[in-house]
């Protein structure tokens, strides 16, 4: 059986064993497959199979990397029956039926690598006169890594050897047809010029609208058979572009929306399945046993269970999830554990501090972070303008009895008391060894120049998800194993309670204050001192979080 037969055959028997149920597969699968055995009977649809053979046959003669060795392209079945479909259907004016193409599944499932192989296709395959295909994504990083599947493919397949490899781009110049493919990150207001004969959206989970989306779709009206391939895992966003087009897709596969020019395979769990039963995590990863291993998930989800922030991020990425964070962050008996005395002599101690002075009418956190013989110590201070209003909390916690006890300072100024700030840093420079101070330049114009005549070393610190998701997985993982002590201070606690977590589009991680249920400032002061330790003592170039979340469990 040849190359071509072989993936046919790949079809029927996906098709066959979907309707059967001898396959473990969701909902969406098996009405794709409904959708798919439904249109084969239509009368107003032609049939070309050898449309499909001639895609087989381009993709006969790609050469991919797998395992440092370049191996003949062999198609899962769930990629054969994809490509069948988007090349099979055709209208009797000669017009492909599906323009439009979804592709939605958990990561390491290669859908990148055969989205980019179908983009080449159409580079050099589809017999389209200058073809233009385009590779976006969120972030130019990230539409580079597809650039670099296509470079590696074109380069190591003799069959592709005319293709011009450059840095952006690849090209070709064949008879009178010159094609391009180019990488390009996804600013939509630079993308009205093109006219893409083919184009990958890559993960658009991280895009921030659908206003890419509609520039290129505007842009292939002048194409006869033009193809948009959108490829994504779930997010972190309920209100996100992405998560439209999964319930787009589900309301056209259940047929209560008509669009014939929309192909889509959703690999997700249904709603019924329990996500940590190992038995359906097949439905989001159809390529279990080839791309990825059982075990090896089963590995990524044991080492998430301890840790929420990783929990929410193995059901988006490996289970293809979609998961909003929206409870408390720190579960309340790990939490106690935290709040012990500190019994190590401070004194003279290297220490990292940070200050969050977010609000000025309202509490202000100080915090210290001190690392010894690879346990962590911290000590906070807390400020509160006089400001009756802010006393009484949500739940009915009262600040008043934390300022009677002295674990709130008070100020006699209906505003934050820069003076009074001041003087507790500097008392904290002459007891402890501060070696470096993060701060957020909002409201602090005042009081950094102050800091730094004390020979404090200052760095502003973002507050963005980018800068925080590293000292707050860090820190999340210290309190997980034991490692943190936070004192007998209790607002720090009621703090933490407080947190809840925001997740962006690309899995970073930070404390969103008009979420969160409280004041958070002593978690988000903590988590800058994390930041500033890790600055000092991590080499972040060669430690990645995950390589090293691995390495210390």
């Known amino acids: 059986m040849n190359y071509i037969e072989q993936q046919n055959a790949k079809v029927d028997q996906f098709v066959s064993d979907v309707s059967s ?23 107003d649809l032609i049939l070309r199979p050898e449309m499909v053979d001639r895609v087989f046959w381009f993709f006969s003669f790609l050469r991919i990397n797998i395992h440092n060795q370049y191996c003949q392209f062999d198609l899962f079945p769930y990629q054969a029956f994809i490509i069948k479909n988007l090349f099979l259907f055709y209208y009797p004016n000669g017009k492909r039926r599906y323009r439009y193409s979804f592709l939605f599944i958990s990561r390491k499932s290669g859908k990148t690598v055969f989205a980019v192989a179908l983009c080449l296709y159409f580079l050099v395959g589809d017999s389209v006169k200058d073809p233009q295909c385009l590779l976006l994504a969120s972030t130019r990083e990230q539409a580079t890594i597809a650039l670099e599947y296509a470079k590696s493919i074109s380069k190591n397949s003799p069959f592709l050897r005319g293709i011009e490899i450059q840095r952006y781009q690849l ?19 630079r993308l009205d010029g093109y006219s893409p004969s083919g184009a990958i959206l890559d993960e658009i989970h991280s895009y921030p609208d659908d206003s890419l989306f509609k520039v290129i779709k505007s842009g292939i009206l002048a194409r006869s058979n033009p193809m948009i391939l959108l ?33 889509t395979m959703l690999f997700t769990l249904d709603d019924n399945d329990n996500w940590r039963d190992p038995k359906c995590w097949i439905k989001s990863n159809p390529s279990i046993g080839q791309t990825i291993d059982l075990e ?9 269970v301890n840790r929420p922030s990783e929990m929410s991020n193995f059901q988006t990425k490996n289970l293809n999830l979609f998961v909003e964070t929206s409870e408390q962050w720190i579960e309340e008996t790990v939490l106690q554990k935290t709040r012990t005395k ?19 009418k ?9 690392e010894i013989n690879g346990m962590f110590y911290a000590k906070f201070y807390f400020f509160l303008p006089d400001n009756p209003t802010k006393k009484m909390r949500k739940g009915g916690v009262n600040l008043q009895n934390w300022i009677d006890r002295g674990w709130i300072v008070e100020s006699k100024t209906k505003t934050l008391d820069y003076d009074l700030v001041f003087q507790t840093i500097e008392n904290c420079a002459k007891e402890f060894n501060v070696c470096r101070l993060e701060y957020d330049p909002f ?52 703090m933490f309670r407080n947190s809840v977590l925001y997740v962006d589009g690309n899995g970073n991680i930070k404390i969103v204050k008009n979420k969160s249920l409280d004041s958070v400032d002593g978690v988000v002061s903590l988590g800058m001192s994390f930041g500033g330790w890790i600055a000092e003592n991590l080499d972040m170039e060669k430690m990645g979080l995950e390589a090293y979340l691995k390495k210390n469990d």
């Open 21 to 43: 149920g001898s396959l473990v597969c969701n909902q969406w699968v098996k009405l794709a497959v409904e959708r798919y055995k439904a249109d084969i009977e239509r009368k």
């Open 171 to 189: 090209k070709h110049d064949y008879a009178d047809s010159r094609g391009l493919l180019k990488t390009l990150a996804s600013n939509a207001e």
């Open 231 to 263: 490829i994504s895992t779930a997010g972190f966003m309920m209100d996100s572009f992405c998560f439209e087009m999964v319930e787009t897709s589900k309301n056209i596969l259940k047929g209560t929306v008509q669009d014939d020019s929309f192909f």
């Open 296 to 304: 090896d998930l089963k590995i990524e989800y044991n080492q998430a």
């Open 342 to 360: 500190i019994d190590v002599d401070l004194k003279g101690r290297k220490c990292y501090a940070a200050i969050d002075l977010a609000s000025t």
């Open 362 to 370: 309202d509490l202000v956190s100080f915090s210290l972070l001190f």
């Open 443 to 494: 409201n602090c114009a005042l009081l950094i120049p102050k800091i730094e005549e004390l020979g404090i070393n200052t760095f502003i610190f973002k507050q963005t998800a980018m800068s925080f998701n590293f000292p707050l997985k860090y820190m999340e993982k210290q309190i997980y194993d034991e490692n943190l002590v936070l004192g007998e201070n209790p607002v720090i606690l009621w």
